[in-house]
């Protein structure tokens, strides 16, 4: 089974609606990182996470890991269809400094316009 | 500029050719990953170096060999490609080696198509 699990693996969304992702791990979470993929292009970092409880935004997107450091959720406010791509969590799993990210397996979000 | 290039963007070839993936970073790290995204979009680890040094090696068969002249470039060569070997390899790098907080940054990926 995967460290690291998504959910949900796909999502249609609306323009303009608002949606979460969820990223969960039974061990404990040492740096969580959320990057976006788009056909064809590499992985853009978009936020990393450390501390329990943490929440960083930017423009439209908010990442937030809560206090155990097992689960982390994106949110995404008022969807656009520049948002569309597959959002990966990775994470340092287990220790503090192995360097080794393990990563969820993606969940691709459509915007329809 | 770009600030981590994989030379070729695109790779088809037969099954039982060898290959190599190159790699090159500006960003001034000390580490540098190959990663292999699968069909299903599971990104696992391969190797890593961090200043020429080989420090992480994921179970992957034989055939696959890194090679770092220097700290800004990272290549892989792949010798008697299998047809399981089609995936798309991901290279990245970071300014140091392990700790929180410790961003990787990647290429666009080279998309490996072996008939």
């Known amino acids: 089974s995967q460290e690291l699990e998504q959910s949900p693996q796909s999502l249609i969304v609306q323009e303009g609606k608002n949606l979460t992702i969820n990223c969960t791990s039974s061990?404990?979470?040492?740096?969580l990182y959320w990057y976006k993929q788009k056909y064809g292009e590499g992985l853009i970092f978009l936020m990393m996470l450390q501390k329990g409880g943490e929440e960083k935004s930017h423009e439209k997107i908010t990442a937030k890991l809560d206090e155990k450091k097992q689960q982390s959720s994106l949110h995404i406010t008022a969807s656009q269809p520049s948002h569309a791509g597959i959002y990966l969590c990775g994470a340092d799993v287990g220790s503090s400094n192995t360097g080794k990210l393990i990563f969820g397996q993606g969940t691709t979000l459509q915007v329809k316009p | 500029d770009t600030a981590v290039s994989q030379t070729p963007k695109y790779l088809v070839t037969q099954m039982g050719n060898d290959k190599s993936i190159k790699c090159e970073q500006n960003l001034g790290h000390d580490t540098m990953y190959w990663y292999k995204q699968d069909s299903k979009k599971f990104l696992k680890i391969m190797f890593s170096?961090?200043?020429?040094?080989?420090?992480i090696n994921e179970t992957v068969p034989n055939r696959f060999s890194p090679k770092s002249p220097d700290k800004a470039h990272l290549n892989l060569h792949i010798n008697s490609l299998e047809l399981g070997d089609s995936a798309v390899y991901f290279c990245?790098?970071?300014?140091?080696?392990?700790?929180?907080?410790?961003?990787?940054?990647f290429g666009a990926g080279t998309r490996l198509s072996v008939l």
């Open positions: 061990k404990t979470l040492y740096g």
């Open positions: 170096y961090n200043n020429k040094e080989l420090i």
């Open positions: 990245a790098s970071s300014p140091t080696w392990g700790g929180v907080g410790n961003i990787q940054y």
